[in-house]
């Protein structure tokens, strides 16, 4: 078991010469471990950052500058557009576009994201790499368990580590992994968006689950999706094939909030990718984005059955 190591400083050799750790905001070998586990998983190399949106800022800063344009997927995850904006007044710019399709011409930076969050579709991968940009994958949700985007071409990957990777709900952590990644460790450095020894930690735990995790996830959200299609209050299902990530819809936004708030072995709360299941409407958060009936359910370790008995119970007082 790799030890947690809390210092912010090691001691110089004997010549008085820093060796690979010295300051902490520079590299520490708590984080190194993480980043090289997270690394091997998606062959290339890994950054990590305080969270999955500290590593998307310090990704676009570092490789953009002002008036350039990011072609960001319609319907990723709604914060990405939120941090986008506020990097606004430094004359970073983005439009939206189908990724099941092409991305627009003239954009320095082609942000994917696999599956959306949380309309889940699947980009179009082939065609984003032909693009003369960049390519970076936010596969947050896919994992390296369902793809590894470098292998494909993309050119960067983003997680939110603070969902599966780490896996259990208690490690705000983010990542960015690619081929080539010594400009933006310089950036990371000298901004001071360093990551801390303890998420770091977590997430060399969570990654010796991963794949158990997510395949059992897997299982238990094909068994639900199925169900969800069959009921009669359930208007729509979204659900890639992937991971343990659904969307469905019910009549409007009093239904949602009625089934969200009736269940109990389905936590109401934000987040996804834990071990524990949670569901929540999105609506609260991303307004007129999403329908009003839309909630999205992160299945967690819980039994099929018992998951199925909860939400019934919840959609039954509709
Ligand atoms: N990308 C996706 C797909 C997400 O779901 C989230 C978090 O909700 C983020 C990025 C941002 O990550 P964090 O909350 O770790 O900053």
Redesign the pocket.
């Given at each position: 078991m790799e030890s947690l190591d809390r210092s912010t400083i090691w001691p110089y050799d004997e010549h008085g010469e820093p060796g690979e750790f010295y300051y902490s905001r520079y590299a520490s070998p708590t984080v190194a471990e993480a980043e090289r586990a997270l690394g091997e998983l998606e062959g290339g190399e890994a950054l990590l950052f305080p969270?999955?949106?500290?590593?998307?800022t310090a990704l676009a800063l570092s490789l953009l500058k002002p008036g350039d344009t990011i072609a960001l997927a319609e319907g990723?995850?709604y914060?990405?557009a939120v941090t986008f904006q506020t990097l606004a007044k430094w004359g970073l710019r983005y439009v939206e576009f189908d990724q099941t399709g092409p991305p627009p011409d003239g954009v320095q930076l082609v942000w994917l994201?696999a599956p959306?969050?949380p309309f889940l579709t699947m980009p179009d991968l082939e065609a984003a790499v032909a693009h003369p940009a960049p390519v970076l994958v936010?596969s947050?949700?896919a994992t390296p368990v369902y793809l590894r985007p470098l292998d494909h071409g993309a050119d960067y990957v983003?997680?939110?580590?603070?969902?599966y990777l780490g896996g259990h709900d208690d490690a705000?952590?983010?990542a960015i992994a690619g081929n080539d990644l010594a400009e933006l460790r310089s950036f990371r450095t000298r901004t001071g968006i360093s990551p801390a020894p303890d998420p770091a930690w977590l997430l060399a735990r969570g990654l010796k689950t991963l794949e158990t995790r997510v395949r059992r996830q897997t299982e238990t959200a094909q068994t639900i999706t199925e169900r969800l299609a069959e009921h009669p209050k359930v208007v729509t299902v979204r659900y890639p094939g992937i991971s343990g990530l659904i969307s469905f819809d019910v009549a409007d936004g009093e239904a949602a909030r009625t089934v969200e708030t009736s269940t109990t072995l389905i936590v109401n709360a934000?987040?996804?990718?834990g071990v524990t299941s949670v569901m929540e409407s999105r609506h609260r958060w991303e307004g007129n984005r999403v329908p009003p009936g839309l909630l999205r359910l992160s299945i967690g370790l819980e039994d099929a059955d018992a998951i199925w008995a909860d939400l019934t119970q919840a959609l039954d007082r509709l």
């Open positions: 969270s999955g949106t500290g590593a998307a990723a995850y914060g990405t994201e959306s969050n936010d947050t949700v983003l997680h939110s580590v603070t969902k705000l952590l983010g934000t987040s996804l990718g």
